[in-house]
């Protein structure tokens, strides 16, 4: 298959994974009940309009930054586009960073309390820091190293995603979902990393050998 045509089957299925996320979040289960009733002990703070309010924001640009950070790996985009290209690339920075503020208050109250609530904060740290390498480095026309930033970056978009797939298997083979969900997070952490490095490496290695 060729990197256009795998590129558009990423697409449509970063499309159809945004709207199946929209549609989870503000219609099947707009309160997220489910969710909400796997956590235990909740801090006095804890208020749910504003909770809720903080998560629909999380969800809209965390959907913002998956869909405008796949557009921004169009080669063709990025040298014919150029001026689209940068300003979708600072739309994917603020998405990024409104994420990690949005996450910085959802995390006190994760499932798994404060185990959990580490590995949050420590993405919401390194992410927007990782955002910010990209762009020094395309200001810079170090257009590889930028690419490579990207990469990694990208990868916790689909954060959500991993804990999720990770916690629902163990979760549906027996395993306390408290604990499901907190080896979820630690293990989508390590998956995003893994999975970045292996497209770079993958990527360095066809380049050298054309």
């Not at 994420?99 to 995390?107: E, F, M, N």
Request: net charge positive; proline share 2%; aromatic share 16%.
């Amino acid at each position: 298959m060729s990197t256009k045509n795998l590129y558009k089957l990423l697409l449509l299925f970063i499309g159809t994974y945004i709207l199946y996320t929209f549609a989870d979040n503000y219609i099947l289960d707009h309160r997220a009940s489910f969710f909400l009733e796997q956590k235990l002990d909740l801090r006095d703070s804890f208020r749910l309009p504003i909770w809720l309010d903080v998560m629909y924001i999380h969800v809209f640009v965390a959907c913002l930054a998956t869909w405008s950070g796949a557009v921004n790996f169009s080669r063709g985009l990025a040298w014919h586009q150029r001026k689209f290209h940068r300003i979708n690339g600072y739309v994917y920075a603020i998405s990024v960073l409104l994420v990690s503020l949005t996450s910085g208050y959802l995390a006190p109250y994760a499932t798994g309390g404060k185990l959990v609530s580490i590995p949050f904060n420590m993405v919401n740290l390194f992410w927007p820091i990782m955002v910010i390498a990209a762009i020094v480095h395309a200001r810079k026309g170090r257009l590889e190293k930028h690419q490579n930033w990207m990469i990694r970056s990208y990868l916790f978009c689909f954060t959500n995603l991993f804990i999720h797939l990770i916690s629902d298997v163990l979760y549906k083979l027996g395993m306390d979902y408290t604990l499901s969900y907190t080896i979820g997070v630690y293990g989508s952490v390590v998956l995003n990393l893994m999975i970045a490095e292996g497209i770079i490496f993958y990527l360095r290695t066809r380049n050298k050998e054309t």
